[in-house]
């Protein structure tokens, strides 16, 4: 495991977000109820605010181990998955949510796959990181370097519609979820190790990530975490 991975693993969620963000995208999803419901993600909020708002019993899917104990503490029914790896269930889930970064199979192929594991007429929350605007070159760039390839807003739109599902909503994380939600936690650890930094790594990962942050602070309006809610 690299500095960077291990320094926001320990951190209580290793991507942007937000309780409230999860609330209103539930919120937008509307009165669901299920019996079963599958959460893959980094944190354990989510799928307790999935269990309250749908009844369900919620499989929450983790790609750390660490992550999946700490879940499993917290009272969750939580399980190791790969990386981009979703659980499948007999019928279909009836409603699932998936927290993705950038898909590096393409979002089209993504989405397929989601409606194949979907009951019909059941609901997913589909997150992935888009470009809200035509990003100028030294975003690209940057982006595409740390993060993958992101899709553009209306594009994952018409490529849902393309393989079938319907589009009910969808919710632009703000930027606060970055700052507060993910970086300023971030701040606190690396200020923590800055008296420890000893080999090339570490400098290198800190530097690394203070470009992150100073380069989202620059150019947030361009990028960002779009959570599309889908019916099968």
Not at 47 to 57: D, E, F, G
Request: proline share 4%.
């Amino acid at each position: 495991m690299s500095f960077i991975s291990s320094l926001i693993g320990d951190l209580e969620r290793s991507t942007a977000g937000s309780t409230h963000t999860a609330e209103e995208v539930m919120k937008l999803c509307g009165n669901i109820s299920a019996k079963r419901a599958l959460f893959v993600g980094d944190e354990n909020d989510t799928p307790k605010i999935i269990a309250k708002a749908t009844n369900a019993v919620v499989l929450a899917g983790y790609a750390e181990q660490h992550r999946v104990e700490r879940a499993l503490k917290a009272g969750l029914d939580a399980h190791f998955v790969m990386p981009f790896e979703l659980p499948t269930t007999d019928g279909g889930w009836e409603f699932l949510w998936y927290n993705g970064l950038t898909e590096p199979d393409g979002v089209p192929r993504r989405l397929e796959e989601l409606k194949n594991i979907l009951k019909s007429g059941g609901t997913a929350v589909f997150r992935t990181l888009c470009y809200l605007i035509d990003p100028s070159p030294d975003t690209r760039c940057y982006v595409e370097r740390r993060f993958g390839e992101p899709e553009e807003l209306d594009r994952v739109l018409r490529e849902a519609k393309e393989k079938g599902l319907k589009t009910r909503d969808f919710y632009i994380a703000p930027k606060t979820d970055w700052t507060h939600g993910l970086y300023e936690p971030l701040k606190e650890a690396m200020h923590s190790l800055e008296a420890s930094l000893g080999s090339t790594e570490e400098t290198t990962g800190i530097a690394e990530l203070n470009k992150e942050m100073d380069m989202f602070e620059l150019h947030s309006e361009e990028y960002s975490f779009v959570y599309y809610i889908f019916q099968a």
